[in-house]
């Protein structure tokens, strides 16, 4: 097998294909003439996604999609396949955030982000396995976050759920290893998504701690998203097992390795203030 994975003529899964990361990842895929299925709750944003590309001579589909729903996840490969013939590429994207401190967040809210964030990578990995096995070369990328490198206060849920993300990728890349599918985890940091704009709110959550929490992130979530998509899919063609994105982020994931223990004492005073 090559060092370098070419896309052309390949197609690749991708949720949360609607906007933010995953719209540009699928920009920067069909830039290289792999074929596209685009998954989205969002018909609305599915359909913009494919406007951007329709100068594109790649072969799109379109799928609506709760990646939430474990019958239209397990669906989702036979819709695929009825277009495509084959999958070579998985992009587990789409996902969701919720924030608050753990005694502000309830247990169905906690599973609710549990269960899409986590719960839907392992279900979707499950449901196109077997079609990755079945290509000559073939590649799982998830997509985790800064915070399942870091823990900060007020994320309990997000981390958790995006160290469960890294844990598993890191398991499955061992177990295919010597296969013909390969594993990327990606921790994205500081990219300006619509990530903290669609963030479910606890229930006592005020309209001054929503706006704070909102000018914390624009202030923090700045890197184009055209960017992290580019680098996601430059780390696929030369088989990244990790993919960092962005200068703090890597700096951040630094002082964790160097102080696993007391690295908020370093990063805490660092953080943005109001």
Same mark, same amino acid.
């Given at each position: 097998m090559p060092n370098q994975m070419s896309l052309r003529g390949r197609t690749a899964v991708i949720t949360g294909a609607g906007n933010g990361i995953g719209r540009a990842i699928a920009q920067s895929l069909a830039a290289r003439g792999c074929r596209l299925a685009l998954a989205d709750i969002s018909e609305p944003g599915l359909a913009e996604t494919a406007q951007l590309l329709n100068r594109s001579s790649i072969h799109i589909?379109? =799928?609506? &999609?709760?990646?939430?729903?474990?019958? /239209?996840?397990?669906?989702?490969?036979?819709?695929?396949?009825?277009? =495509?013939?084959?999958?070579?590429?998985?992009? $587990?994207?789409?996902?969701?955030?919720?924030?608050?401190?753990?005694?502000?967040?309830?247990? /169905?809210?906690?599973?609710? &982000?549990?269960?899409?964030?986590?719960?839907?990578?392992?279900?979707?990995?499950? /449901?196109? &396995?077997?079609?990755?096995?079945?290509? $000559?070369?073939?590649?799982?990328?998830?997509?985790?976050?800064?915070?399942? &490198?870091?823990?900060?206060?007020?994320?309990?849920?997000?981390? /958790?759920?995006?160290?469960?993300?890294?844990?598993?990728?890191?398991?499955?890349?061992?177990?295919?290893?010597?296969? $013909?599918?390969?594993?990327?985890?990606? =921790?994205?940091?500081?990219?300006?998504?619509?990530?903290?704009?669609?963030?479910?709110?606890?229930?006592?959550?005020?309209?001054?701690?929503?706006? =704070?929490r909102l000018e914390l992130a624009r202030r923090v979530l700045t890197m184009p998203p055209a960017k992290a998509g580019e680098i996601i899919v430059r780390g696929v063609e030369r088989r990244a097992p990790r993919v960092v994105i962005g200068g703090r982020a890597k700096m951040m994931a630094l002082i964790e390795r160097l102080a696993p223990v007391s690295y908020w004492s370093i990063l805490g005073p660092l953080a943005p203030r109001p």
């Open positions: 589909s379109r =799928h609506k &999609l709760d990646v939430g729903d474990r019958g /239209a996840a397990a669906a989702l490969p036979r819709a695929v396949i009825a277009q =495509h013939g084959c999958v070579d590429l998985l992009f $587990n994207n789409a996902g969701v955030a919720l924030a608050g401190t753990f005694d502000q967040i309830s247990e /169905a809210d906690f599973d609710w &982000l549990f269960d899409i964030n986590f719960g839907a990578v392992v279900r979707l990995t499950r /449901a196109f &396995l077997p079609h990755l096995k079945a290509s $000559n070369d073939a590649r799982i990328v998830n997509i985790s976050s800064l915070f399942g &490198l870091i823990s900060p206060p007020g994320q309990t849920a997000y981390s /958790a759920s995006k160290f469960a993300v890294r844990a598993f990728s890191n398991a499955l890349r061992f177990e295919l290893a010597g296969s $013909n599918v390969g594993m990327t985890v990606v =921790h994205p940091g500081g990219v300006a998504t619509m990530i903290a704009e669609n963030a479910r709110r606890h229930a006592g959550a005020t309209n001054a701690e929503v706006a =704070h």
